[in-house]
């Protein structure tokens, strides 16, 4: 709950509406900034170290003013003025610290005028305290300065070095070692400091991770980074100097050594490679239901579209290699297909709805079910023809003109679907059909090879006729002059 005192500044504070892309960053810093209100007067050096993160914070720069966020409920206004409370806590901690009070004061002057340029009223009598209290520690005698401690001096020097390396469990490890000569106090607050800086970098390196994901959502995108760029985009801090434990970063490793397989896999992969891989991108962004915040899960979102165009471009591989394929392995690219659709569709099954409609992922079932329609199928209708039949009436050629009529009106409305053994069959039943129907009316076979040469051109793409020698030497010369 925020604090009452800044309640004054309500009617007259300019409001300022959070993007939804910021959304979780904000609500994220509200907290921290309530906690170090309350803390003002109990604990005001935690509530500084707390504060400060609100300012390490990339995506959060609307600072001392209303701030509005949607919400699943609707839109809420918060009192956010962090530069007047890290004000506030500086000139508490000066009246308790002398050795550092020109310091602190000096912060709460510059916290303050900022929170007053951004129009906070309620900030105008704290920023003339803080320069009076300034203005009265210029007119004290300063006291004499104390004896440099080497020893500590260069202490500190080494433990800072460490920690400006990102060299944190290194820098506790000496806290550990050699601190134990300085004050209980003092050794206290390096050990949080160094915790404090670790989780502020994890925090740091887990947004541009996360914005990275964002921004990358194809798996062609992916293969097209340059090794070095995709270094930079999805760099982790090393595991060996971590003194703090997120469950996000454990999160992010998995996802990043998935990232790497998506690039190292060619475009529209085959189901051995694929479907693992899918089944795997799917297991992680389930994993991120936990990393729910007030409502939004950044983490489920951006894995997810990652997952469901990854699905997406290997149905539409598995269609596309399934026209070429022999009928057997064409019908297994089909049931894999269908085996990752399902697969995607049973893990959303296992979502919350609610949780849906707070963390969309835009995904399509009709554009999915369109994929799996591209995939070629068999023909049943051409495997009942039977051209013998229409000799063993009273009017073959009748019988011939109704089964052009019926294969050409196949041809017409299926072809493009059909797989490459119906195709074979249909255009080979064409071709005899109609050869055997104008060698009763008369042509010679010259003449109804010459009339049948745009079928033989379709004929030989998809691999020539089918046992061209099933009606007679005639028909099977026809066949043999089609080019």
């Known amino acids: 709950m925020l604090i009452a005192v800044l309640l004054a500044a309500v009617s007259l504070q300019e ?72 004000g506030r806590i ?11 009070a020109a310091v602190l004061l000096a912060g709460a002057v510059a916290d303050l005028r900022a929170s007053v340029d951004a129009g906070v009223r309620s900030s105008e009598t704290l920023l003339t305290a803080a320069k009076n209290a300034q203005q009265r520690l210029k007119d004290v005698k300063p006291p004499e300065p104390p004896k440099d401690n080497s020893a500590e001096k260069a202490f500190r020097e080494s433990w800072q070095k460490l920690v400006d390396d990102r060299r944190w469990k290194s820098a506790k490890e000496l806290l550990d070692v050699k601190g134990a000569a300085l004050p209980a106090d003092t050794r206290k607050a390096l050990v949080r400091d160094t915790e404090d800086r670790c989780r502020r970098a994890v925090a740091q390196s887990l947004d541009d991770f996360l914005k990275a994901l964002e921004f990358s959502p194809r798996p062609a995108l992916l293969r097209q980074i340059k090794p070095a760029e995709f270094g930079r985009s999805f760099a982790l801090p090393p595991e060996a100097e971590l003194v703090v434990a997120v469950p996000e970063l454990d999160w992010a490793r998995k996802e990043r050594a998935l990232l790497e397989r998506i690039r190292e896999s060619e475009f529209q992969p085959k189901a051995d490679v694929g479907l693992p891989l899918l089944e795997d991108l799917i297991r992680l962004m389930l994993e991120t239901e936990a990393f729910e915040k007030a409502g939004e899960d950044w983490w489920f979102r951006a894995s997810g579209q990652l997952a469901v165009n990854f699905l997406e471009e290997l149905v539409r591989g598995l269609a596309v290699h399934s026209k070429d394929a022999p009928p057997g392995e064409g019908r297994r690219m089909r049931e894999d297909a269908e085996k990752a659709t399902a697969r995607w569709s049973e893990a959303l099954s296992r979502v919350p709805r609610d949780f849906l409609a707070r963390n969309p992922i835009h995904d399509s079932p009709k554009r999915l079910a369109a994929l799996l329609d591209e995939f070629p199928v068999d023909s049943a209708e051409v495997d009942k023809i039977d051209l013998n039949v229409c000799f063993l009436g009273g009017s073959p050629d009748l019988a011939l003109e109704q089964v052009i009529s019926d294969l050409s009106k196949i041809r017409d409305q299926q072809e493009s679907r059909l797989s490459k053994e119906s195709s074979r069959k249909l255009l080979t039943l064409l071709v005899a059909a109609t050869a055997a129907h104008e060698l009763l009316a008369g042509k010679s076979a010259e003449e109804v090879t010459k009339g049948l040469q745009e079928v033989g051109r379709s ?25």
């Open 15 to 86: 409001t300022e509406t959070v993007a939804r892309t910021h959304t979780l960053a904000y609500l994220n810093a509200l907290q921290e900034y309530e906690a170090a209100v309350g803390m003002i007067d109990s604990s005001p050096r935690q509530a500084l170290q707390i504060i400060d993160r609100v300012f390490d914070k990339p995506r959060v720069n609307a600072r001392d003013r209303r701030i509005t966020i949607e919400g699943a409920k609707g839109a809420r206004t918060y009192d956010f003025f962090p530069n007047q409370i890290r």
């Open 459 to 483: 004929l030989a793409k998809v691999g020539g006729p089918v046992d061209p020698g099933l009606w007679g030497p005639r028909i099977e010369k026809i066949f043999a002059g089609l080019k």
């Open 90 to 100: 500086r000139l508490v901690l000066a009246k308790s610290d002398p050795d550092n």
